[in-house]
């Protein structure tokens, strides 16, 4: 009776282990995934040593939203390490935001201007793409080569993000300036 007792209670572990390691196999995968996904938010691109150094920066809004300018005033005044220029000249760096849809400035009062059919380049400036609706996309250009240091895409589709906007700029830099003082 005693072997038929062990033989039974081995059936039952072995059971019971058919169904634990497929799903302690799925539970440890998700478990590496996720620490993955973690080194991985935290090993970002380094900002350039420009973005660190620079003291002005120029804000250009280039979408149709004038929220999303005086959001961005309020954030770097708040913020307090750049100091806001009002010319692209005077800047150490550009404060880029760019929407989802173009707005071009097109003068009226001149009487050879005429209407002409050809599609426009969508592209709000050279090498910059649209954001996806509900979306504005920041980008931090060096002003005289206009290479890009840093950049993102913010949801932007209600006051409350927009108060948002410059988070991941402010984490970018604090983040690099943490890892440089090491």
């Known amino acids: 009776m005693g072997q038929l007792q062990e033989s039974k209670d081995r059936g039952v572990f072995m059971k019971k282990m058919k169904y634990f390691?497929?799903?302690?196999?799925?539970v440890l995968a998700i478990l590496?995934?996720?620490?993955?996904?973690?080194?991985?938010?935290?090993?970002?691109?380094?900002?350039?040593?420009?973005?660190?150094?620079?003291?002005?920066?120029?804000?250009?809004?280039?979408?149709n939203d004038a929220e999303i300018q005086h959001d961005a005033y309020m954030g770097l005044t708040k913020w307090g390490r750049y100091e806001i220029v009002d010319t692209q000249q005077k800047a150490d760096l550009v404060l880029r935001f760019t929407g989802s849809s173009v707005v071009k400035f097109?003068?009226?009062?001149?009487?050879?201007?005429?209407?002409?059919?050809?599609?426009?380049?969508?592209?709000?400036?050279?090498g910059d793409e649209l954001a996806p609706p509900g979306c504005t996309r920041i980008t931090l250009l060096e002003p005289?080569?206009?290479?890009?240091?840093?950049?993102?895409?913010?949801?932007t589709n209600n006051a409350q993000e927009k108060s948002k906007l410059l988070e991941g700029l402010h984490d970018a830099v604090d983040q690099q300036e943490k890892s440089r003082n090491k």
Do not use: C, H
């Not at 097109?106 to 592209?123: H, I, L, M, R, T």
């Open 106 to 126: 097109v003068p009226g009062s001149d009487a050879s201007d005429k209407y002409d059919p050809k599609p426009v380049n969508e592209n709000p400036a050279a």
């Open 144 to 155: 005289k080569s206009g290479d890009t240091l840093w950049g993102e895409v913010r949801k």
């Open 32 to 63: 590496l995934f996720d620490f993955g996904l973690a080194q991985a938010r935290d090993k970002r691109a380094a900002l350039p040593s420009k973005v660190l150094s620079a003291r002005t920066i120029y804000v250009d809004n280039q979408t």
């Open 21 to 26: 390691f497929p799903v302690a196999t799925m």
